[in-house]
């Protein structure tokens, strides 16, 4: 599977932006899919991450309220609506696949598969 991340670029704080991440090669609609983003100089940071059915989501508590994760499983694309950015959102946000035998919420090292990664730059 390939996974493409777009929707990356540069906004003001308190602005908004939604990621998508189209998936290529074989369905991903069974499949846990999810989002981390890296910030220079930083660890790897979850996100977000949803079940392959869509019904569920698991953000981390400082994402909770801004981030929301979606899916769309006839377009084979996963998407992450944020909002009221901040500066500190700053970082390359990458999406990935979960394992098929992974449960939910997983676990970091469940997502074996990964995009690209796509900037988002949050001004002050």
């Known amino acids: 599977v390939q996974l493409q991340a777009s929707g990356g670029g540069l906004v003001q704080a308190g602005g908004s932006l939604r990621l998508s991440c189209a998936a290529s090669?074989?369905?991903?609609?069974?499949?846990?899919m999810g989002w981390f983003r890296q910030a220079p100089g930083k660890e790897r940071e979850f996100v977000a991450a949803?079940?392959?059915?869509?019904?569920?989501?698991h953000y981390p508590d400082s994402m909770k309220g801004r981030f929301t994760i979606s899916r769309d499983n006839v377009g084979n694309t996963v998407y992450l609506q944020m909002n009221s950015l901040k500066p500190e959102d700053t970082a390359v946000y990458y999406c990935?696949?979960?394992?098929?035998?992974?449960?939910?919420?997983?676990?970091?090292?469940?997502?074996?598969?990964w995009g690209q990664g796509t900037l988002v730059t949050v001004s002050s």
């Open positions: 949803i079940s392959g059915s869509g019904t569920r989501m």
């Open positions: 990935a696949k979960a394992h098929s035998d992974s449960r939910f919420p997983p676990m970091e090292f469940d997502f074996l598969f």
């Open positions: 090669g074989r369905t991903v609609s069974r499949s846990i």
